[in-house]
Every structure is written in structure tokens, then in C-alpha cells.
């Protein structure tokens, strides 16, 4: 039996590859072909990172690779989070433009306007330190509202701070450290024992 | 006005139905023939009754008045439901007792869209029958309900829902830890497992135990599950069952083994259940026990699943 993996694109898209290849799994055609999303041979399916839980739990993947980041805001997700794969390392932060806006609307307003694509990591860090937070829920670029006002602050995940730098933003707060993870789905995990923990093992040791 | 139903819960139109009936009546008639009489309880039941059973009411969620102001919540499950009818209308029959039911539970919506708030349940519940005996018939009569279904690749896991916690007291892990293993544990986080062991002398047992599953050979760590075992081979079951000595249940009332039913066509569980032998004792009958309850719509789509891969 053949497990499905499911693989994100994007930033983790390379390292993934590159672990998939040491499991010796073909990846050629995944390299070499952006427009096709499923590769039946190789048992991979590739799609955005913030998919990979919703295809795991499912069971239309047996495992899948995925950023921390994307499980914390899916932790309601009923997936096995099997290791901490140690590539594609981020922080998630909160950050905010010169001066201390976070705090000055604390003081003076009660609460802080936080723009984020991660409401819940948002709301939780918040909640969690005690503070008024009114979550803003963007798609695009996260740095773009504090700079026109639309929020004090924001939550974002950054890996080396260049994005935020430039737009004028600097780090406040480190809320966590997101790596890569290795998921598998609930029932994938007895029925495929044995083939997902030889993939462990061998991820393990390599 | 809007003609909507909430979420979660749906209308069942001929089709359907009638398969629904086909699973349901298949799975009744392998109960039946067991033994197990069907019984039925109210929907509503005082608040009150189900805490004494587990301490969040397993999961009711939907709570009203009555006249008197008293507390009715809708039942999320029926097993604490049997408990009492077993206290009160059955104070003095000689154990064992057999019973089955096919009825709704409700439960609140909690991870989002495409949960059931109203579902369906077929199950069995078996009282004054101690573990391993009773849990052999139980999963042995839930694997021949499915094949009544026409599923052939359907299988059950078994873990101990309390060898982790006796582990960690054996090992005298510190209390301090105790919580966030075990919340590591049923949030399934075995990498978060790992970090928070990470500085004790028996970590590398304590990562290693919830990831081993399979056949007997992984039973030297739980004794407990070794008969049932010796007995699920005597029925003939043995090769239908995983051992999983991860397995985690969340209802707070089980004692003892805990198992839960799978099918690989799906990548969810058809259901679950265990050994509960403190429960009947809240009620004022001290039995043991032990039940489990299969979700029929889930239970379905496994076998339209099923159909479409054949």
C-alpha cells in the first residue's frame, strides 16, 4: 500500500522536495511541472499550505508536510502531528510601525487594532496577555494596514524580518517559533502503520 | 423569514432514507440476535442526571427550562442514559444485561463547518459483564454488524484509556507534567509530547508508547489488553483488531480498554466507545460495563465509499 502525501507549495515547497527525495520518492515531475497538482505515481498531491490539514483529516492524504504556523491557526484540526521537520523556520511575531502604537491605544483607547492572516493565533496571544484586541482578518499583504491606518499592529509570520523592515514595521512581541510538521490523518496512522512510521524512522535518522 | 435548518443538522429525503434503514436494520438484527434488546429513552433529560454520569454531561450542549426551572439538556450520548434506566428500571435483574439502540444525540458544533450538531448512533451497551469477556463480545458483535453491512475491510482499534496516566505515575513523573502530557496526548501533538518530556530520564518510553500500534506484539507495555486479545483470537476476530496504545478517548468515563472503528475507505472513525465501570456505580448500581456506538451516517458514507472504489 502507498501512502498519499500532501505538499505544500510555496515557501516549504523546496525542503519538502528535498526530504521526499532522501525517503526516495521520484520528485522529477513534481519539479519539473507547476501546473499540475496531482502526481499519482509519486503519491503526491501538492496545494497550498494552509490546505494540507483539510486534505489530512480528511483521509485524501495518509500524511502531509505543513508549516507550524498553519496548525496553530487550524488546531482544531483532528490530525496526528507526528515530528518537527526543522526546515523552513519562522517566527510568528507581532509587529508594529515607530513610536509604541500597541501600547498607546492600550492606554488611551482600551484596545489595539491588529491586522493578521492568523485570527486565531491573533486572538489567542492576546486574550492570552490580558489585552483588548479587535482582529482584522486580511489576504494580502499584512504590512500594508498598519501603514495606512488601518490597524496599530499586526501578527505575521517572518523569516528574517526583511519584509517588515522595509515597510517601516519593527518586531514587538515573538509569539512562537514555526518550523516545518510532519501530520498524518488518524486513521492513515493504525491502518498504514507500518509505511508512515518507516517514513518516520527514516526522517528520523536521516 | 429565511426556510433555513441550523448547521449541522439535515432533512433525510427518500433515497437516503431508505439506505439509512438498510444499514440500520442490518446492524439491528446482528444485535438482536446477540441478545441485546432494544430500548429507547427521552431526548431530554434533566442536566442534573447526565453530570452525575461525567462531569460535562458528555458533552450536552443544549441546555432549556422546564416549568419548574429546572435545567433539561438534549442527550449527546446514550450511554449514560442506559446507565440510569439500568439503576432505576433494572435495580434488581440479575446482571448481565444486554441492550442496543438506534437514536439521535446532539453535540455542539466545535471545529467548524461540516460537523454534525444532530447525529444518528447505533450501539450496544453490555452491563454487569467485566472487561475482558465483555469487551471481547463487544467488539467481536461490532465487527459482524459491519460485515452485516457489507463492509469487509473494517477494522477496531483498542488501546488502555488508562495506561498512560498509571505509566506516568509508575515512572513518578512529576505531577506538574501530568496535564500537558496528556493534553499533548489527546490533541494527538506528538512533537509537543516530545518537547515537554524532553528533560525527564524515562522520555524516550513515554514518546514511544502512544506511537505503538499493531498486532499482540505490542502489548508488553499493557497487560491489560493481552486477554482480551487471547479471546478475540478464540472468536476468530483477532486479525480484525489494532492495537493502539495511543488511543485516546475524550468522554471522561471510561475506565478501561477504549476502542474505536475504522474502515480505510474513509480517513475518520465510524465510531467508539469502552469500558466504563465507574459509571453505573454513579447511578447507585455498581456494575461493570463496557458499550460501544457507531455513527450510522458515518457508517454510510463508508459504504458508499466503499462501493465507489469496487
Redesign the interface.
Known amino acids: 500500500v502507498k501512502l498519499t502525501i500532501a505538499v505544500p507549495r510555496g515557501a516549504l515547497f523546496g525542503g519538502t522536495l528535498d526530504l521526499l527525495d532522501t525517503l526516495g520518492i521520484d520528485t522529477a515531475e513534481v519539479r519539473s511541472n507547476d501546473r499540475k497538482l496531482l502526481f499519482a505515481d509519486a503519491g503526491i498531491v501538492t496545494m497550498r499550505p494552509s490546505d494540507v490539514p483539510t486534505y489530512v483529516e480528511h483521509g485524501s492524504a495518509d500524511i502531509g508536510i505543513t508549516g507550524k504556523d498553519v496548525l496553530l491557526e487550524q488546531s482544531q484540526r483532528n490530525v496526528y502531528e507526528l515530528l518537527d521537520l526543522r526546515y523552513g523556520r519562522c517566527r510568528m511575531v507581532v509587529a508594529a510601525g515607530a513610536g509604541d502604537p500597541i501600547g498607546s491605544a492600550l492606554r488611551r483607547l482600551g484596545r489595539v487594532r491588529i491586522a493578521t492572516k492568523y485570527p486565531r493565533v491573533a486572538a489567542r496571544h492576546f486574550a492570552d496577555t490580558g489585552r483588548q484586541a479587535e482582529i482584522v482578518e486580511v489576504k494580502g499583504s499584512v504590512e500594508l494596514a498598519p501603514l495606512t491606518g488601518l490597524v496599530d499592529g499586526i501578527v505575521d509570520l517572518t523569516a528574517t524580518g526583511r519584509t517588515l523592515e522595509e515597510n517601516g514595521l519593527r518586531v514587538v512581541e515573538e509569539i512562537g517559533e514555526c518550523t516545518a510538521r510532519l501530520i498524518a490523518n488518524p486513521v492513515a496512522h493504525k491502518l498504514k502503520a507500518e509505511q508512515i512510521d518507516r517514513v518516520v524512522e527514516r526522517i528520523r535518522s536521516g | 423569514v429565511s426556510n433555513s435548518i441550523p448547521p449541522g443538522t439535515r432533512d433525510v429525503l427518500p433515497e437516503e432514507m431508505r439506505e439509512l434503514r438498510a444499514i440500520s436494520s442490518g446492524i439491528r438484527a446482528t444485535f438482536e440476535d446477540a441478545g441485546y434488546g432494544e430500548v429507547h429513552t427521552p431526548a431530554l433529560e434533566y442536566e442534573e442526571v447526565l453530570r452525575r454520569g461525567e462531569e460535562r454531561a458528555a458533552g450536552a450542549r443544549y441546555r432549556t427550562f422546564d416549568e419548574q426551572g429546572d435545567v433539561l439538556a438534549l442527550r449527546s450520548d446514550m450511554t449514560i442514559p442506559i446507565a440510569r434506566v439500568v439503576a432505576t428500571r433494572y435495580a434488581d435483574v440479575e446482571p448481565p444485561l444486554r441492550f442496543c439502540y438506534f437514536a439521535h444525540a446532539w453535540r455542539a458544533i466545535?471545529?467548524?463547518v461540516g460537523e454534525p450538531r444532530e447525529f444518528l448512533q447505533g450501539g450496544l451497551e453490555l452491563i454487569g459483564a467485566e472487561g475482558p469477556e465483555g469487551d471481547a463480545e463487544i467488539v467481536s458483535l461490532t465487527i459482524e454488524a459491519l460485515d452485516a453491512v457489507g463492509l469487509r475491510r473494517h477494522?477496531i482499534?483498542i488501546g488502555d484509556g488508562s495506561l498512560y496516566r498509571t505509566l506516568l505515575h509508575e515512572l513518578e513523573v512529576p505531577e506538574d507534567r501530568h496535564m500537558p502530557l496528556l493534553e499533548c496526548l489527546s490533541?494527538?501533538?506528538?512533537?509537543?509530547l516530545?518537547r515537554v518530556v524532553s528533560d525527564l530520564p524515562v522520555r524516550e518510553l513515554l514518546v514511544e508508547l502512544p506511537?505503538l500500534?499493531?498486532g499482540p506484539e505490542v502489548l508488553q507495555r499493557a497487560e491489560g489488553l493481552r486477554a482480551l486479545h487471547e479471546l478475540l483470537e478464540e472468536r476468530g476476530v483477532a486479525d480484525r483488531v489494532?492495537f493502539?496504545l495511543g488511543l485516546v478517548r475524550e468522554l471522561g468515563y471510561y475506565t478501561g480498554a477504549v476502542f474505536?472503528v475504522?474502515d480505510?475507505a474513509?480517513?475518520?472513525?465510524l465510531g467508539g466507545g469502552g469500558r466504563y465501570d465507574e459509571l453505573l456505580g454513579r447511578f447507585g448500581r455498581e456494575l461493570p460495563a463496557c458499550g460501544i456506538a457507531l455513527d450510522l451516517q458515518r457508517v454510510h458514507q463508508a459504504v458508499a465509499a466503499e462501493e465507489a472504489l469496487a
Do not use: N
Open positions: 466545535e471545529r467548524g477494522r482499534g490533541r494527538r501533538d506528538l512533537v509537543g516530545e506511537s500500534r499493531g489494532i493502539d474505536e475504522y480505510p474513509v480517513g475518520f472513525a
